[in-house]
């Protein structure tokens, strides 16, 4: 049974109405679509990650585009729950690099279960992460886990680790695009990134990106990309 639409004081009793305004949105020629889409497809399918960083200096400006992009990602109830933490300090990224390898340390020579070697085994990942200090910059994602106002008081945020992975998701095809790489590393555990870096108690750590040019000679794993028809299903199959 579909319902009748109620009116937004029905449902929202005594808030304010919302204010819109109409929706900016070119259409494009059927033509200039595929040839756009075939576009984008073909230079993200390009991308590749790599642990192997220059360290060649990118500009600040270059990572606020990347930020900016980042930050047009939808939220949950708009809450925009991400904050973007970019470390370009060399004894930061010291001291961020000498936590994270201890921890990752403890991580893969004693922590992880044997199933989780294995599925690491073909990357051949391990516990030294010089791109934490060889990339120019070094972003830290953070997710807010709920709001905190001025007075201490708090408020809860919705959706806020899928906000915070879409967010990441722009950011990547963001820094490919401007002809960049970046990393998606999990240091395990993370709390000792929100201590370094000052944040909040509302929030968290759940990416580090160092971003920057891929060092020369730079090397990537051989992995294939799932085929459509793997990743990919019309109506109930
Ligand atoms: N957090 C570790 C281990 C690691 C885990 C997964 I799943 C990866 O795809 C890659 C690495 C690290 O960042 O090395």
Known sequence: MTRPKPSFQELYPGYPEPVFEPLV????????????AEAFYRELSARRTTRHFSTESVSRQLIELAVLSAG??????????????AVQDPELKRRIREAAEEEEFRTYTAR???????ALAPLGTDYVKEHLTDAPWVVVVF?????????GSTYKNYYTTESVAIA??????A????????LTHTPNPMAFLGELLGRPRNEEAML??????????????RLQRKALREIFQVDAG
Do not use: C, N
């Not at 990441?168 to 095809?173: Q, R, S, T």
């Not at 820094?175 to 970046?182: D, N, S």
């Open 25 to 36: 949105f070119h259409r494009l020629p059927p033509q200039e679509m595929q040839k756009r």
């Open 72 to 85: 047009t990602a939808p939220s949950g109830a708009h809450r925009q729950p991400w904050r973007f933490v």
């Open 112 to 118: 992880m279960p044997e199933e989780w070697r294995a």
């Open 143 to 151: 997710r807010e886990k709920f709001g905190l106002r001025p007075d």
């Open 168 to 173: 990441v998701g722009l950011f990547i095809a």
């Open 175 to 182: 820094v490919h695009h401007m002809g960049l790489t970046t």
């Open 208 to 221: 580090v990106l160092p971003v920057g040019y891929p060092a020369p000679g730079a090397q990537v794993p």
